[in-house]
């Protein structure tokens, strides 16, 4: 089934889960040494690289048909049995992988989106999280730290946008990693919010359509604009095709900074404002406030940081944008100052049942 078709539970049973998955870690943290707590924390990179590893050798999806043996794993993937034998055990006890009695590894209850042909695949996430490139990017957080500036552009001497063009192998690595994000979040996305209301959707940094063509098939008497770079959009048309949208949607390139299409009755952006420091954020909205009709919609699919202690996925992606980008993560009241800078007015906040929500705003 697509993903985009995919069942979702409700977001208020979501939320009663993460409360008391929330209540149940707390309580085991103040059972822990704070010594213990902060040793297990700080190698919290030796579990990261490990995963990393058995993504690049696809272990998962060796064993997926069936508990196999270190050595038969080693023989299928080209790596050493003794040492595939140490890294599956390690993973074991995190439940990617399970060990019988007789030495058989098989995918545990976490493992399956490890496989790069499950239809909940976080692969190609995992690929570019422990990319060495990427975790030399982390290793200088400290800078990012010092200066507010990211250390990316300090290690590669441009910003990211421009590095992943220009290292084809990261690029790859990094494009495949956003694509997979798409897939992963569309489900949520279109369960959380009714896009069937708008006549004409309009996709600002679209990329290839994937969302669109989603958000299209959700509502079939919408029409819809993709719009992004031209050497972007130029890889859309199939896209947008096999999902049996491409007759309801125009293809528009160009730059967010300079303008976008006029007159769509809703403007979504997914992840794209979080790239972006406040006056480019700015920018880029009040390009979109100028075009959009003016009982429009502004939708921002976005990971809104929640007050508090709690712990949640946004706080640890806004050090990833510190680090990468010249971005953040933002809170409820953040967007609703960044937005009124660009003559708009937050409406509410959509939670969905994974850590993005949507943040709607019309003309102020």
Not at 50 to 64: M, R
Request: overall charge negative; charged content about 25%; hydrophobic content about 45%.
């Amino acid at each position: 089934m697509p993903d985009s078709e995919r069942r979702m539970p409700p977001a208020r049973l979501v939320r009663v889960v993460n409360s008391v998955r929330g209540t149940l870690q707390k309580a085991a943290q103040r059972m822990v040494p704070a010594p213990v707590t902060l040793l297990e924390l700080i190698t919290g990179g030796w579990t990261a690289q490990a995963l990393y590893v058995a993504a690049k050798f696809d272990i998962a999806s060796v064993v997926a048909d069936g508990p196999r043996t270190a050595d038969e794993i080693a023989e299928r993937v080209g790596t050493n049995p003794d040492a595939t034998y140490r890294l599956m055990r390690a993973l074991a006890t995190h439940r990617i992988f399970t060990e019988d009695a007789q030495g058989r590894f098989a995918l545990g209850p976490a493992g399956d989106p490890l496989r790069k042909d499950s239809p909940d695949t976080v692969r190609d996430l995992i690929l570019m999280f422990g990319h060495p490139i990427h975790w030399e990017h982390w290793a200088s957080l400290d800078y990012s730290v010092e200066t507010g500036k990211p250390a990316l552009e300090k290690l590669r001497g441009m910003p990211l946008f421009e590095f992943t063009e220009n290292n084809e192998e990261f690029g790859t690595v990094f494009n495949r990693a956003m694509t997979s994000t798409s897939k992963m979040v569309t489900a949520p996305l279109l369960a959380a919010y009714d896009f069937s209301q708008f006549g004409v959707i309009a996709d600002v940094g679209g990329g290839h359509g994937q969302l669109l063509a989603a958000i299209l098939k959700q509502a079939p008497n919408s029409r819809g604009i993709l719009f992004d770079l031209e050497p972007v959009v130029a890889g859309a048309d199939a896209v947008l095709r096999e999902a049996g949208v491409a007759d309801r949607c125009t293809i528009a390139g160009g730059s967010f900074f300079e303008g976008v299409p006029e007159n769509a009755d809703a403007y979504v952006m997914k992840n794209i404002i979080h790239d972006w420091e406040d006056e480019k954020a700015k920018q880029i909205l009040k390009h979109i406030r100028d075009a959009m009709n003016p009982a429009g919609k502004v939708l921002l699919m976005e990971s809104v940081v929640p007050k508090g202690n709690a712990p949640h996925f946004s706080k640890w992606l806004d050090l990833e944008m510190l680090v990468q980008a010249t971005g953040k993560e933002r809170t409820e009241e953040q967007y609703r100052t960044l937005l009124a800078s660009a003559g708009l007015t937050l409406t509410r906040v959509v939670p969905t049942v994974g850590p993005g929500s949507i943040v709607e705003a019309e003309r102020a």
